[in-house]
Every structure is written in structure tokens, then in C-alpha cells.
């Protein structure tokens, strides 16, 4: 069993910064993608950024530039860099990551436990 261990959240006034990190108990298994969520009071979750095995990024439009995904080599632990954070990114923020099963052909999702992120105005 796979276990995601958030950190990084936290209260940051309006434009100002965190970095999330999220680690996985193992290296065991090949990672097929990365990613962060998150879910307002009240919201559906959303997808914010991934990043897949070859390293593409993608992001929410919604951020406008302002958060950046990353990983380190081992593949072991993903960051998301958040700028200029304004009072609507205030959620609970959710690592995801998507391992290759290679017996089923299919890829099995893992989720952190969440971390808080709230943004003063």
C-alpha cells in the first residue's frame, strides 16, 4: 500500500507564497503521473497541475501562471510552488498519484490526506 504524506499549507496573506510537498512511502512502483487538487468549502475538487512520467506539465487555466508543479529525480516527492496567491485559492489541497499497474494495465490512484491552504485579504 502506497501512503502520500502532505506538508507546506498554511495562512499567507494575499500575494504572498507556500510550496506544498507530497511523498510517497515507496519507490517501488512506477509512477505514471503526479498532480495536486483542491477542494473549496462548498466546491467540487478540482485538478490544479500534473506532471507525467516524461515530465509534462499541465495546469488549471484558472491559475494564470502562478503555480508551478514539480518533482524531484527519484520521482519520489512532487511540489507545487504557489505565487501571488489570492483570498480563491483558499482550499484543502490534495496530492494525487497515479501508479502504473502493470499486471491490469492500468493506472491506480493514491490521495493524500489533504492540507490546508487559506489566503487573507
Known amino acids: 500500500h502506497v501512503q502520500l504524506v502532505e506538508s507546506g499549507g498554511g495562512l499567507v496573506q494575499a500575494g504572498g507564497s507556500l510550496r506544498l510537498s507530497c511523498t510517497r512511502s515507496t519507490t517501488k512502483y512506477t509512477v505514471n503521473r503526479m498532480g495536486w487538487y483542491r477542494q473549496a468549502p462548498g466546491q467540487q475538487r478540482e485538478l490544479v497541475a500534473f506532471i507525467t512520467a516524461e515530465g509534462t506539465t499541465r495546469y488549471a487555466d484558472s491559475l494564470e501562471g502562478r503555480f508551478a508543479i514539480s518533482r524531484d529525480i527519484t520521482e519520489r516527492t512532487v511540489y507545487l510552488q504557489m505565487n501571488s496567491l489570492k483570498p480563491e485559492d483558499t482550499a484543502v489541497y490534495f496530492c494525487?498519484?497515479?501508479?502504473?499497474?502493470?499486471?491490469?494495465?492500468?493506472?491506480?490512484?493514491?490521495w493524500g490526506q489533504g492540507t490546508q491552504v487559506t489566503v487573507s485579504s
Open positions: 494525487n498519484v497515479g501508479l502504473d499497474d502493470v499486471w491490469s494495465g492500468t493506472v491506480v490512484d493514491f
